[in-house]
C-alpha cells in the first residue's frame, strides 16, 4: 500500500478502518476520495451546524423575537414552519434532482439561499420591531426551511455516494460534535455580552454570522469529490407522487420507520415549551440566550461521538433509547413545577434541557442513518423525499397540537408528547435491522 497522507492517516484513526480500506455500498472508484471527502464533509458540517445554532427555531429566534417586542404566538409557529417548510416540497424536489449525475450542487446552492435569508433577517433584527418584523423573520425562516429541504435531499445521496456504510454515523457525529465545540464558544460569548442588558445590534451580529458560516459552508461541500450517479428513471413530480405511492404501499418497514420518525418529532416540539414552563417557574433568569446556546453546545459535545458510533452499530436501536430518554425527561420537565423549591433553579433546568438537546440530536442521527442505509441506491432520493414530505405532515398536526397548551396548560401538552414517545418506541422496536 502506498504511504498514506495526513488526511488517510486521520480518516484511518477515527473510523477505526484497518490495513485495507473497506468501501461497503460506495463505488469502487470513490474509495480512494474517502477521506478527503470525509473531512470536507466534516468541516462543512460543523459549520453548518454553529449556524443552526446561532439561528435556533428552538432557542434563539425566540429570544430574538421578544428583544423585537414581537408576540409570543410568532414563537409558537417556528418551529413547526422550519420543519414543515424543509419536508413537505421534498418529493417533487427529487424528481428534478435525479436528472443530475452530480447532485452536491444542490447542497451547496440552497445552503447560499439560506446565507442570503439570514442576511436580509439579520437587518430586520436590526431595523424593525413588533408584528411587522415578525411577520419578515418567519417570512426568511420559510424561505430558508424550502432551501433547507432541497439540501436534505442531496446531502444523504452525497454521503450515501462517497462514504461507506458503517463510517456515516461517526461522520455525522464528528460533524456534530464539532459544531458543538464551537457553539460552546459562541454562548460563552454571547453570555458575557448579553450579561448586563439585551443588545440588538449583537443579535444583529449573531444572525449576520450564521449567513457567513453558511457561506464557508457551501464552499467545503462544493470542494467534495462526486462521482457521477445513476440519472436512470428521471420522472416528472405527478410520476415521482405515484412512484412514492407504490413504495408506500409496497415498503412496511418504509411505513413503519416513517412512523416512528413522526412521533420521535415530539422530542423537538416540546423544547419551546420547556422555555416556556421555566420562564413561569423561574422568571427571566432562565431567558439567558447565553446559558441556553452553552447548553446546546456542551449537548452536541458530550452525546454526538457515542450517537455517532451507536448507530452505526444498530440505528434501529438508537431511535429504541432515545424514545426512551424523551419519555424520561419530558415526564420530569412536566412536573418541573411540583418539585422541591430546593430543586427548582436555573441549573437544574439546563440540565433538562441539555438533556432534550441531546435527545433530539440522537434521534435526528439515529433516523438519518437508518435511512441512508435502508433505502435502495437507485431510489435513494425518492426514500428521503417521500419520508421527508410525509414527516412535514406529522409536523403540521404537531403544530395544531400545540394549541392545547393554551387550554390545558403546559404540563398537560408535555404529557401528550411522552404518549407520542411511547408510541414512537414500540414502532421503533418493530424495525427491521439495516
Not at 392 to 397: I, P, S
Request: glycine letters at 8%.
Amino acid at each position: 500500500m502506498p504511504d498514506k497522507n495526513l488526511a488517510d492517516k486521520a480518516y484511518d484513526l477515527i473510523t477505526d478502518d484497518g490495513e485495507e480500506r473497506a468501501c461497503d455500498a460506495i463505488p469502487d472508484s470513490a474509495c480512494e476520495e474517502t477521506p478527503g471527502n470525509y473531512f470536507k464533509n466534516v468541516l462543512s458540517g460543523a459549520l453548518s451546524k454553529l449556524a443552526e445554532q446561532l439561528v435556533s427555531p428552538g432557542t434563539t429566534l425566540p429570544w430574538i423575537m421578544s428583544s423585537l417586542g414581537v408576540p409570543n404566538a410568532f414563537s409558537g409557529a417556528l418551529v413547526p414552519i422550519k420543519d414543515a417548510g424543509s419536508l413537505l416540497p421534498q418529493l417533487f424536489v427529487s424528481a428534478k434532482i435525479r436528472k443530475y449525475p452530480v447532485r452536491k450542487w444542490f447542497w451547496v446552492v440552497p445552503a447560499v439561499l439560506q446565507a442570503l435569508a439570514l442576511s436580509l433577517m439579520a437587518f430586520v433584527v436590526l431595523r424593525l420591531e413588533g408584528s411587522f418584523a415578525g411577520y419578515l423573520i418567519l417570512l426568511l425562516l420559510l424561505v430558508y426551511s424550502l432551501a433547507s429541504g432541497v439540501a436534505s435531499i442531496s446531502f444523504k445521496d452525497v454521503i450515501a455516494k462517497t462514504i461507506p456504510k458503517g463510517k456515516r454515523g461517526q461522520l455525522l457525529a464528528l460533524r456534530s460534535t464539532i459544531g458543538g465545540i464551537l457553539t460552546l464558544g459562541a454562548g460563552v460569548f454571547i453570555l458575557q455580552d448579553l450579561e448586563k442588558e439585551q443588545d440588538n445590534n449583537l443579535l444583529f451580529w449573531v444572525v449576520l454570522s450564521g449567513a457567513f458560516l453558511w457561506i464557508l459552508s457551501a464552499l467545503f461541500f462544493a470542494l467534495i469529490s462526486e462521482q457521477a450517479g445513476a440519472t436512470d428513471g428521471g420522472r416528472s413530480p405527478i410520476n415521482e407522487l405515484k412512484n412514492g405511492l407504490k413504495i408506500w404501499k409496497k415498503d412496511a418497514n418504509l411505513r413503519i420507520f416513517v412512523l416512528t420518525r413522526g412521533l420521535l418529532m415530539a422530542i423537538p416540539l416540546a423544547q419551546p415549551f420547556f422555555v416556556i414552563l421555566g420562564k413561569e417557574e423561574l422568571g427571566n433568569e432562565v431567558t439567558n440566550l447565553g446559558i441556553m446556546v452553552i447548553a446546546a453546545g456542551i449537548a452536541n459535545i458530550i452525546s454526538s461521538p457515542f450517537w455517532g458510533r451507536f448507530a452505526d452499530q444498530s440505528s434501529k436501536k438508537l431511535m429504541v433509547w432515545v424514545s426512551l430518554m424523551g419519555i424520561v425527561n419530558i415526564s420530569l420537565m412536566a412536573i418541573f413545577p411540583i418539585w422541591p423549591e430546593a430543586w427548582k433553579n436555573i441549573y437544574t433546568f439546563a440540565g433538562l434541557f441539555l438533556i432534550q438537546v441531546m435527545a433530539h440530536g440522537g434521534a435526528r442521527l439515529s433516523r438519518k442513518t437508518y435511512l441512508v442505509d435502508f433505502a435502495p441506491s437507485d431510489e435513494r432520493p425518492l426514500y428521503v423525499s417521500l419520508s421527508n414530505t410525509m414527516i412535514g405532515v406529522f409536523t403540521l398536526v404537531g403544530a395544531g397540537l400545540g394549541t392545547l397548551s393554551s387550554i390545558f396548560g403546559i404540563p398537560v401538552m408535555l404529557f401528550v408528547f411522552v404518549g407520542l414517545l411511547v408510541l414512537a418506541l414500540i414502532f421503533a422496536v418493530k424495525l427491521k435491522e439495516v
